[in-house]
């Protein structure tokens, strides 16, 4: 059972093969082109994807040993994501499975964070929790079975990702900033400033009130002292980091604490942050958790992840047909 998966919902270009569940290759193209604009642009981001697609399959089959010939199904990313460059993915998936005359596989790029976690060992018994945390989305999954999911908790308004861009944009950080705030951080006290902890009901989340805070903080202290920030920036990098990663936890704490599941994971491009990381591990040995942090190259978005949800599918023969189309929006 060989599967080709393509990834293109934001601004890397990836491509996968997997043979029996085992990952055989994973390519990575990120597009550099956004840290010009100090973050990405759509348009931009298709026409990388149009420019780099073909290249990272071709690479992808290669690093495999394997012949086109060889594919039995070939895996997209439906979304959610930019339009533009699901299209880009979408569109090359169903000519080359049309072309092979092969079958196609739909796969949501939330649920292939989640499983992730699948890709090596060890992976997280069922049920479990998963803290899905990225650019996009901030998201408490309870994981019932590979393909059997349900949110129990996301944000309202901004996801943490952003919370972490825009917060290095006003320290005139370049773009991505999140992981820039992560280095400063391990160099500064997580404790120095402080900032509110928002009270929002149930198991969900928001960021743009912490993120309001962090402006007026920032100005009210450059006014006073126009060398604030640099004279200072490990600390508010530090102190930032730990409140956001605080309020992650704190939600996290709850869903286990309420659903009885001692089985906890995170996943997603924020779940890279070392201060999540270390933070999450200190609180699952305080609290007698099994913790599942996948390894940093399955942290972003890559077509590894894509593939995985695709060998499940594949062996519950849930494909889907040339009419199918990108979703920015996709509900589990």
């Known amino acids: 059972m060989i599967i080709l998966a393509i990834e293109s919902s934001c601004d890397e270009t990836s491509a996968a093969v997997i043979s029996n569940g085992k990952i055989r290759s994973n390519v990575v193209a990120t597009q550099l082109i956004h840290q010009t604009y100090g973050g990405v642009v759509p348009e931009l981001a298709s026409r990388a994807h149009q420019q780099l697609v073909l290249p990272v399959v071709d690479k992808a089959i290669q690093d495999a040993k394997i012949a086109k010939k060889d594919l039995q199904a070939i895996a997209f990313t439906k979304g959610p994501g930019l339009l533009g460059a699901l299209l880009v993915g979408t569109s090359f998936a169903k000519s080359m499975a049309l072309g092979l005359d092969i079958p196609l596989i739909e796969v949501n790029h939330m649920q292939a964070h989640v499983l992730a976690h699948f890709i090596d060992a060890p992976a997280p018994a069922f049920p479990f929790i998963c803290l899905?945390?990225?650019?996009?989305?901030?998201?408490?999954?309870l994981v019932r079975d590979y393909l059997d999911m349900e949110?129990?908790?996301?944000?309202?308004?901004?996801?943490?990702?952003?919370?972490?861009?825009?917060?290095?944009?006003?320290?005139d950080l370049p773009?991505?900033?999140?992981?820039?705030?992560?280095?400063?951080?391990?160099?500064?006290?997580p404790l120095a400033f402080d900032f509110p902890i928002p009270d929002v009901p149930r198991l969900d989340f928001s960021f743009s009130g912490i993120k309001t805070s962090i402006l007026y903080f920032l100005q009210k202290q450059t006014r006073q002292n126009p060398a604030f920030i640099q004279e200072n920036l490990p600390d508010i990098c530090a102190s930032i980091q730990h409140t956001l990663v605080k309020i992650l936890l704190k939600k996290l704490k709850k869903a286990a604490s309420e659903t009885?599941?001692?089985?906890?994971?995170?996943?997603?491009?924020?779940?890279?942050?070392?201060?999540?990381?270390?933070?999450?591990?200190?609180?699952?040995?305080?609290?007698?958790?099994?913790?599942?942090?996948?390894a940093f190259e399955y942290c972003t978005d890559n077509a590894a992840m894509i593939a995985i949800v695709a060998h499940f599918k594949f062996l519950q023969q849930d494909f889907t047909d040339q009419t199918v189309s990108p979703m920015a929006r996709m509900e589990w």
């Open 260 to 294: 009885g599941i001692r089985e906890i994971a995170i996943a997603g491009g924020v779940s890279a942050n070392a201060g999540l990381r270390n933070s999450l591990t200190e609180l699952g040995k305080q609290l007698n958790w099994n913790v599942y942090i996948p």
């Open 132 to 141: 899905t945390v990225s650019g996009g989305h901030t998201q408490l999954v």
């Open 175 to 189: 773009y991505p900033g999140g992981p820039l705030i992560d280095r400063y951080a391990r160099e500064g006290n």
């Open 151 to 171: 949110i129990i908790g996301q944000t309202l308004d901004d996801a943490v990702g952003e919370a972490f861009d825009k917060t290095a944009k006003l320290l």
